[in-house]
């Protein structure tokens, strides 16, 4: 897995533009990290809509499942990638054609594609790759505390 280096400035700028979020391969299983990354987005007033053909239909964080990204009508800002790096490039292929100003593709921790981040570059949409937006977030907007823990407990006794 490579590591990508991106700015502290950049994920931030990311995450503050960010508004509709479309998450790909999210979990109904609230022990799932799709489910625990999506819902966590929606807390933070990410308007997060869910991307699931096996739960098309049902009700998830206020939103109807999306079997797919073509089904979504309204503009979307980020697509976060909970699939394997080789079901991506036609994830990210629908994404181009779907959402003519997107300007994030998020592929999520162990998630990487090279071909299609440059084919999703190239038309001039960010990529992120092997990350989480929600460790990220926590991290840049100082919800994490000792040892990466976002407890909300800070002890006084170190």
């Known amino acids: 897995m490579a590591m990508f280096d991106?700015?502290?400035?950049?994920?931030k700028r990311i995450l503050k533009r960010t508004k509709v979020i479309a998450v790909v391969g999210v979990s109904m299983n609230p022990v799932r990290p799709s489910y625990?990354?999506?819902?966590?987005?929606?807390?933070?007033?990410?308007r997060v809509i869910p991307v699931n053909p096996g739960h098309a239909g049902q009700r998830l964080f206020g939103e109807t499942v999306r079997a797919g990204l073509s089904e979504i009508s309204e503009p979307v800002d980020m697509v976060d990638i909970f699939r394997r790096s080789e079901a991506v490039p036609p994830i990210v292929e629908e994404a181009l054609e779907a959402f003519p100003g997107l300007k994030t593709i998020w592929m999520q921790i162990g998630i990487e594609h090279a071909e299609a981040a440059a084919r999703a570059e190239a038309r001039g949409v960010d990529v992120i790759q092997n990350r989480c937006p929600k460790i990220e977030y926590q991290r840049l907007f100082g919800e994490l505390r000792m040892g990466g823990f976002a407890t909300g407990i800070i002890s006084s006794k170190l």
């Open 6 to 11: 991106y700015s502290d400035d950049h994920l």
């Open 36 to 46: 625990y990354v999506a819902r966590y987005l929606a807390l933070k007033g990410y």
